[in-house]
Nanobody, 125 residues
């Protein structure tokens, strides 16, 4: 019923910018908190950023603060992760995810029930 499709990954050089997009369908976008998660090669999945159902609250992992910006456009049924000053350590498969707003806003991956298919971001030195 709820479908998330993420896109925008690619191969870029250190210092470049990239924008990831997530399209939400099936239910109203405002029904969900949204987050971006990533899984670097050989590592566990980790949160990158999250934004609550209304867009008024955001959370960022320390490693991306000041470089990444999460936003959402509920009327357009989309969410965005703007990534700047990319580093090789940012290389990972990035996925958007949705958590029903009935739950408290947070970054625990276990609270997110709906996931996009993932998009590869590779940052070269």
């Amino acid at each position: 019923q709820v479908l998330l499709v993420d896109s925008g990954g690619g191969l870029v050089q250190t210092g470049a910018s990239l924008r990831l997009s997530c399209e939400v369908s099936g239910r109203a976008s405002s029904d969900f908190h949204l987050g971006w998660f990533r899984q670097p090669p050989g590592k566990e999945r980790e949160y990158v950023a999250a934004i609550n159902w209304s867009g008024l609250r955001t959370i960022y992992h320390d490693s991306v603060k000041g470089r990444f910006t999460i936003s959402r456009q509920n009327a357009q049924h989309t969410a965005t992760l703007e990534m700047n000053s990319l580093k090789p350590d940012d290389t990972a498969v990035y996925s958007c995810a949705a958590s029903d707003r009935v739950f408290s806003f947070g970054t625990d991956t276990r609270a997110y029930d709906f996931w996009g298919q993932g998009t590869q971001v590779t940052v070269s030195s």
